[in-house]
């Protein structure tokens, strides 16, 4: 069974602190992506990754990093949070190639103080 | 404007009701499409590709159209089961192949 999973489902942070996202699939996919989901905004993608220790910039990549030094793990950081930065954090992967379906974490709700 | 617009509902329907979505995108060059069910408090899932043709899966129907740039989603006899956000995906080659979601479409199916 497919199976992706993210390191918390809440998160309270307080500004300026360093936030780690963790995000590991077990599916050997190449392809790993994370999302943010606002109300009205949809998802939109903040980096992605075709492959180990590769990375590329998604439509918000803004505020953000990522790490990807193993194929299973994707990690999203938030080097000093800040209050726009509240919302849900969505992780998928898919398989290489053309790809096809990506498969979801459960999210994690991270609010800034 | 966005890429992927979608009216954002609620849709209130009855049980057994048959309900259309529409979605509109503005990237002539996007080249597949989907549409994802996103059940409330929990992760998008594929619920179906879009195929040029037109395709069904069961209750369920999917159309596009390349020259309007729309693609739309049926469901007949609605269940309350079907209660969800659903939501329009484009994926454009030429951008890496990546997925550009629309906003959802809340769908509420009431006794």
């Known amino acids: 069974d497919v199976k992706v999973t993210q390191s918390s489902r809440y998160l309270v942070k307080r500004t300026g602190e360093k936030v780690f996202l963790e995000c590991v699939q077990d599916?050997?996919?190449?392809?790993m992506f994370w999302y943010r989901q606002d109300p009205g905004l949809g998802l939109r993608l903040i980096y992605f990754?075709?492959?180990?220790?590769?990375?590329e910039k998604g439509d918000i990549p803004e505020g953000y990093s990522v790490s990807r030094e193993k194929k299973e793990r994707f990690s999203l950081i938030l080097e000093s949070a800040s209050t726009n930065q509240t919302s849900m954090y969505l992780c998928?992967?898919?398989?290489?190639?053309?790809?096809?379906?990506?498969?979801f974490g459960p999210g994690t709700r991270l609010t800034v103080l | 404007r966005k890429e992927v617009e979608q009216d954002p509902g609620p849709f209130n329907v009855p049980e057994g009701a048959t309900v259309a979505f529409n979605c509109t995108y503005s990237?002539?060059?996007?080249?597949?499409f989907f549409w994802y069910r996103q059940d409330c408090r929990k992760e998008p899932k594929l619920l179906m590709s879009?195929?040029?043709s037109g395709n069904e899966d069961g209750r369920f129907t999917a159309q596009l159209n390349r020259a309007s740039q729309y693609i739309s989603l049926l469901i007949r006899d609605s269940k309350l089961s079907d209660s969800a956000t659903y939501l329009c995906?484009?994926?454009?080659?030429?951008?890496?192949?990546?997925?550009?979601f629309g906003q959802g479409t809340e769908l509420s199916v009431k006794p």
């Open positions: 998928a992967s898919s398989l290489g190639g053309g790809g096809s379906e990506q498969f």
């Open positions: 599916m050997d996919h190449e392809n």
């Open positions: 995906v484009v994926k454009d080659y030429n951008q890496g192949g990546k997925l550009i």
């Open positions: 879009v195929y040029s």
């Open positions: 990754s075709y492959d180990v220790k590769m990375k």
């Open positions: 990237n002539s060059a996007s080249q597949s």
